[in-house]
Structures are given as structure tokens and as C-alpha cells.
């Protein structure tokens, strides 16, 4: 079984920082692609970023010059710096993880339970 635990989420006003974090644990043989997704109310998820095991970054139109993705391998663990937040950033943010678990079954996502970001005017 895999795990997926991020941290870090929380209220900001408008044009602060936050960090969000999520820690992969369990069986686990190998990690490809890391990812943070958010929720808005009312709205469908949407991707904020992804890295690969490599640490090549991709990221929404929408964060781009104001987040910033970055991993360490050997943790297990996705980063998620938020700069210049803005009220619109507001969402549950989620990360997912592309694990394989053995040689066999390849890989598959996981995803964290959520961490709230609240930005405030």
C-alpha cells in the first residue's frame, strides 16, 4: 500500500508564501512523475505542476513565475513553493504521485488526501 501525506497548507493573505510538501510512503519500488492538482469550490480539479523523477517541470498557466515545483528523490517528497498567492488561489491542493510498487504491475497514480490553501485579500 501506498501513502501519500502532505503539509503546509493554511490561511495567507494576499501576496504571501506558503510551502506545501507531500511525503510518499509504503511499498515502493520506484516514483516517475510527482504532481500538485487543486480544487476549487464548485470547480474541477486542475493541475498546478508536475516534476519528473528526472526534474523536468511543467506547469499551469495560472502559477507560472509564482510557483515553484521541486522534489527530493531520495525523501520521496514533492515541494510546492507559492509566491504572490492570490485570493483565486484558493483550493484544496492535492499531490499525486506515479508509483510502481514491484516489476510487475508497472505504475499507477496515487493521490494525498488534500491540504486546504485559503488566500485572503
Known amino acids: 500500500q501506498v501513502q501519500l501525506a502532505e503539509s503546509g497548507g493554511g490561511l495567507v493573505q494576499a501576496g504571501g508564501s506558503l510551502r506545501l510538501s507531500c511525503t510518499a510512503s509504503?511499498?515502493?519500488?520506484?516514483?516517475?512523475?510527482m504532481g500538485w492538482y487543486r480544487q476549487a469550490p464548485g470547480k474541477q480539479r486542475e493541475l498546478v505542476a508536475t516534476?519528473?523523477?528526472?526534474?523536468?517541470?511543467n506547469y499551469a498557466d495560472s502559477v507560472k513565475g509564482r510557483f515553484t515545483i521541486s522534489r527530493d528523490n531520495a525523501k520521496k517528497t514533492v515541494y510546492l513553493q507559492m509566491s504572490s498567492l492570490k485570493p483565486e488561489d484558493t483550493a484544496v491542493y492535492y499531490c499525486?504521485?506515479?508509483?510502481?510498487?514491484?516489476?510487475?504491475?508497472?505504475?499507477?497514480?496515487?493521490w494525498g488526501q488534500g491540504t486546504q490553501v485559503t488566500v485572503s485579500l
Open positions: 509504503g511499498s515502493i519500488l520506484s516514483i516517475n512523475v
Open positions: 499525486k504521485a506515479d508509483v510502481a510498487i514491484d516489476r510487475y504491475s508497472g505504475f499507477r497514480d496515487y
Open positions: 516534476i519528473t523523477s528526472g526534474g523536468s517541470t
